[in-house]
């Protein structure tokens, strides 16, 4: 693979998309359709969530299964934050993503010391250690989660209708894609993707790998945490089961199906896996084998993800 | 005498049963092209690995400019002054020539840090106008904008030089330069090495005996992991203990 270039037509079908998302809760309100609003906020949250891996996985080239813990721990965040009375959203998603963030550090840092298939596995054992703490945590709701107070306000209005909610996230996934996409073809981004290529060959370029992936790792785990923090605001609760290891693999699924390494591979793959399963549960209890049939196809029609079909790579 | 430039004391390697490396003196002078020869097997590769880091030793030591390098990684050595290029041609494929030194002269420790999330690359002329020098100095200039998987074979030798030399090295370290390279190609790098040699200190591994006579200010011989011999090209090819090993084939 080379590095990631965006398709020239990219950014106006990225602004016009921007402008129909903005008119869509009152469009939905408008035809009695409000109950979609949540899930269109839903989509946003985990295509933020996706994108925030695609980060790690496609730019970085590092295979971690254990990104739903960084992702927990800012719904955790989030929900302790807001229990002490810190509601302001400006206070609670940045600590959020700082918590989030840290622990993506110490995870990184030893994790990032191996290679492949150790890689999976220990990452996978840290989200998993995180899962059984927060569970076996009385103080913190153990199995049932914690419940949220309310929700955030931002800069004191209130986040407690779902359209305002919904504009919330839709904001933190522009600026989370604006920033993935111009980081993209900045030097850190072109060092990762050369990390992710050869990271030999980077190294005899005088190139401090570890350091790189590191950074790489961290960022990705604080965007999770930015969105584990919406969705606990989304459903009221901080669940123990957004840190378990399926949800890690949701996460993947996402990304492969999207596009690995594009910088909108996670928003694709999340809008692309949440409405199949949504409108394929409508029909029948055993949907995820009409699932299953349908992501066989996509992997086997786009072995590259989704959003390859339309963007491209190059020099 | 000349000042020493790499200095390695008494290096050692096993590996399982096998001594790779034992007890291996050499200096490679200011100014000098080294070449170091031996038959397959000998430990040149081993030798290399341990003086760029990617290995780390048993024993012994690397001094560098004066500077005990033993400990430092791989990336270090290099911002101190060490490059490599590699036996097997070790560039990024899917990136174009111009690319691919940029990236190299980006990685340079007086070219800014590299953790920049906004700017964008393309914007940074002064990357590019030396990545395209140093093309320029390898005879590939006409094709900076092809992409590295589609260029000849021993095009890509010449970038993997391009690349290591953007790195502004004073010690190039050459695995092997002339591997897989045909006759014409190779006496184009044979003159390509030529002309680095006048600039910057090299330490040469190659089989290429015709090379290594033609290129060599001083020469040393490894055999079985050991340094048999060390001089001029015609001390080394009267050293009878040389001939032994090389059965008179090539010298």
Known sequence: MAFYQPARYQKPVAGALLLALIALPPALTALGQEFYIGFATRLLIFALAASSLNLVLGFGGMFSLGHAAFFGAGAYAAAIC???????????????????????????AISLRTRGVYFIMITLAFAQMAYYLFVSARAWGGDDGLPLPGRMT??????????????????????????????????????????RENETRMEALGYPVFRYRLVCFVLGGALAGLAGALLANLTGLASPNLLQWTQSGTLLVMVIIGGVGYLYGGVVGAVVLLSLEEVLSGFTLHWPIGLGLLLLGIVLLAPRGVAALFGKTGG | MAEALLEVRRLSRRFAAVDALQAVDLIVETGELHALIGPNGAGKTTFIQQVSGALQPDSGSVFFAGRDLTRLSMHQRVAAGMARSYQISNVFLGLSALDNVALAVQGRQDAGSSFRFWQPVRREQRLFDEARDCLEEVGLAARSDRVAGNLAHGEQRALELAMALATRPKLLLLDEPMAGTGPEESERMVELIARVARQVTILLVEHDMDAVFRLADRISVLLNGRLIATGTAEAVRADPEVRRAYLGDHL
């Open chain 1, 82 to 108: 807001m229990r002490a009375g810190i509601s302001e959203a400006l206070l609670v998603l940045p600590l959020a993503m700082l918590v989030a963030g840290a622990l993506a550090l110490l995870v990184g």
């Open chain 1, 154 to 195: 931002l800069a004191g209005l209130s986040l407690g209708s779902d359209s305002a909610l919904f504009y919330a996230a839709l904001g933190c996934l522009a600026l989370a894609v604006v920033f993935l996409g111009s980081l993209a073809g900045a030097r850190f981004g072109r060092t990762i993707q050369a990390i």
